[in-house]
């Protein structure tokens, strides 16, 4: 009978060991994939970083350009009026 119950405290500490060794195991995993996660989102933050900087240099780069059209669009305009003003003051007077 003590053999017995000698054989199940064996196996109750054999079946305890074990579950304590998986749960080390998978918190070791855990951590891994918590290590993963902090170089992803480290990545994430370098790319959002620079997207950031990419996308404000091409703003400035658009608001320049709209102005240069903008600027071109009323000189054309201006010199229109001018051409047509000389038309109209040529004709009228001469």
Request: proline fraction near 0%; glycine fraction near 0%.
């Given at each position: 009978a003590k053999t017995t119950q000698l054989d199940i405290l064996r196996s109750q500490v054999q079946e305890v060991t074990n579950i304590m060794k998986d749960n080390v195991d998978e918190i070791s995993r855990r951590g891994e994939k918590l290590e993963e996660l902090e170089t992803r989102s480290g990545r994430l933050e370098d790319l959002?970083?620079?997207?950031?900087?990419?996308?404000?240099?091409?703003?400035?780069?658009?608001?320049?350009?709209?102005?240069?059209?903008i600027c071109a669009?009323?000189?054309?305009?201006?010199?229109?009026?001018?051409?047509?003003?000389?038309?109209?003051?040529?004709?009228?007077n001469g």
């Open positions: 959002s970083s620079s997207f950031s900087t990419t996308a404000a240099a091409i703003q400035k780069k658009m608001k320049r350009r709209n102005r240069k059209v669009i009323a000189l054309v305009l201006t010199l229109v009026l001018i051409i047509v003003t000389v038309v109209l003051v040529v004709y009228y």
